[in-house]
């Protein structure tokens, strides 16, 4: 008979690491030690310091404090993220959080908008999104309790020090017994059947475990080195291969969005934090040096350098299997996709909440990995597709990089999502992806693509009445766009770091 896992080892710390953690102190009723063991010698990553709103429904999970979060962590808020010269150079536009326009007669607003930019009728999409306003100005708030205001359904995330972000958790973690080791594993020890055992560390001591979660990073230590869990190469659709990334001093404002600029053989973000901005080059090595690469980030950000710039590699791709016999791989140690939709923590995140959902007792359950398993590549391939789709909808010319970009093959699932949106702006959420229509919509018009047509039914309303409402829209957007309050404010009044 199955029995309740005893003990959990977490192999490796960081955010992954530190995130699982405090997750499982927090939501384990019966008793199950938890062990995270980790080395001040082995760095991080810490790369993905930029969010998306669903980091919120993990800190309340947790109970914390957001204001307490944000002095602890350096944070601000992000509405969204402007891509700068993707389409063409000097274009820009948003991915914005929240909503677009208003819906009517259960009719997605963007079909109407799309009726009237396709007469010459319709100004900018950004007259009709809240955030997109916001970040124009630099401004935010909170959700207020407005009614049907667009000011109540703000959607937010955060920037954020992803290094103090895991001590803030660690700190969480070991308040509700989450015992930490210090020290390097030198051995992996596996039962008859291939079942991890234990993990002994490099001054001998020995740690048994029913149950490892493999949070080592792009080493992949358990999951990869002894389960032999296979890794699926995505770099024929990301070609991406390297990043360069240093800090600089704190903007003078704070911007509420992420910054991704595209460069000739890359593309850099710019993250703002209350005490430092986070900069990175992402690019392809096939197509620029490293030296280039670092001088390329260097001429490009905004506030003086801090640091030396470090340069990293990865290769873009995810396990089909990160749950293999007693042992699960969740973050870098389980795929790696690019940080340009800001979704690293994500998918540590939603890999928690579902073997949440599968939680297992002693013992193996095949159907539940498979399951898993199955629901984490569809998270993977739906972002994936997201990326591609920024790749690829490019009409740059003034680089190699850029015109390879055009011609990356595209997965049949990501063909045909462009050739709904093509003929009649159609766009389905598939498998509950990430991503919702309002998403793609604005990436896949912000990189030129322009539907053909548009829902039928929005002829139901004659053009006078729909410019009527439209412009409805477009000035309650502008009114409470002018009384949000400045964004650097903001977090001076509410939340701002004590020593910074």
């Known amino acids: 008979m199955n029995k309740p896992l005893s003990k959990i080892v977490i192999v490796g710390g960081g955010t992954a690491g530190w995130m699982c953690a405090a997750a499982l102190a927090k939501v384990l009723k019966h008793p199950c030690q938890v062990q995270l063991i980790e080395s001040d010698e082995i ?20 109970g914390i404090d957001e ?14 993220i402007q891509f700068v010269d993707w389409y063409k150079q000097g274009q820009d536009y948003f991915h914005a959080f929240g909503e677009v326009g208003k819906n009517f007669e259960g009719i997605q607003f963007y079909h109407y908008w799309l009726r009237l930019q396709q007469a010459g009728l319709a100004s900018s999409i950004e007259d009709y999104t809240l955030a997109s306003k916001a ?43 989450v015992t930490r080791t210090e020290g390097k594993i030198e051995q992996v020890l596996q039962h008859p059947n291939g079942n991890i055992k234990a993990v002994q560390l490099t001054n001998g001591d020995c740690h048994e475990g029913d149950f490892f979660i493999d949070c080592s990073g792009f080493s992949a230590l358990l999951i ?94 995810y396990r089909p299997q990160p749950w293999r016999k007693n042992c699960l791989a969740i973050g870098l140690s389980g795929g790696f996709l690019e940080p340009l939709e800001s979704t690293g923590l994500y998918l540590i995140q939603t890999a928690i909440a579902k073997f949440f959902t599968f939680f297992p007792h002693t013992g193996e359950n095949p159907y539940d990995q498979q399951a898993f398993n199955r629901q984490m590549q ?19 010319n003034d680089s190699p990089f850029w015109q390879h970009c055009r011609h990356l093959p595209q997965p049949d699932s990501l063909k045909e999502k462009l050739g709904l949106f093509q003929e009649n702006g159609r766009i389905f959420r598939d498998n509950n992806a990430l991503f919702s229509d309002i998403s793609w919509f604005e990436v896949m018009l912000g990189q030129g693509l322009v539907p053909r047509g548009y829902h039928a039914f929005t ?3 004659s053009t006078p009445a729909l410019l009527e409402r439209m412009a409805s829209v477009r000035s309650v957007i502008q009114r409470c766009s002018e009384v949000l309050p400045d964004h650097a404010e903001y977090i001076r009044q509410h939340c701002a770091m004590k020593n910074r």
């Open 67 to 80: 204001n307490e979060f944000m002095r602890a962590t350096g944070a601000t808020f992000k509405l969204g």
């Open 43 to 62: 760095g991080t990553v810490g790369v993905g310091e930029a969010t998306i709103p669903q980091l919120q429904i993990f800190n309340d999970l947790l």
């Open 135 to 177: 970040c124009r100005l630099n401004k935010f708030s909170r959700p207020s309790k407005a009614g049907n205001s667009p000011l109540s359904s703000i959607a937010y995330a955060f920037h954020l020090d992803a290094g103090l972000y895991a001590k803030f958790l660690q700190n969480l973690a070991k308040t509700n017994g």
């Open 459 to 461: 002829e139901t309303f």
């Open 378 to 396: 569809d998270e993977y391939v739906s972002i994936r597709d997201f990326l591609v789709c920024h790749y690829v909808l490019n009409t740059r």
């Open 224 to 317: 990869g080195k002894t389960l032999g869990s296979p890794y699926e190469n995505w770099q024929h659709w990301l070609p991406c291969d390297s990043a360069v990334t240093v800090p600089s001093t704190a903007l003078s404002k704070l911007p509420p969005y992420t910054r991704a600029t595209a460069h000739h053989a890359g593309w850099q973000w710019r993250i703002p934090l209350q005490h430092r901005t986070g900069n990175g080059h992402v690019y392809s090595s096939q197509f620029i040096s490293d030296e280039q690469a670092q001088n390329t980030l260097l001429q490009h950000i905004d506030t003086p350098a801090t640091d030396s710039p470090r340069t990293l590699r990865f290769t873009t791709g």
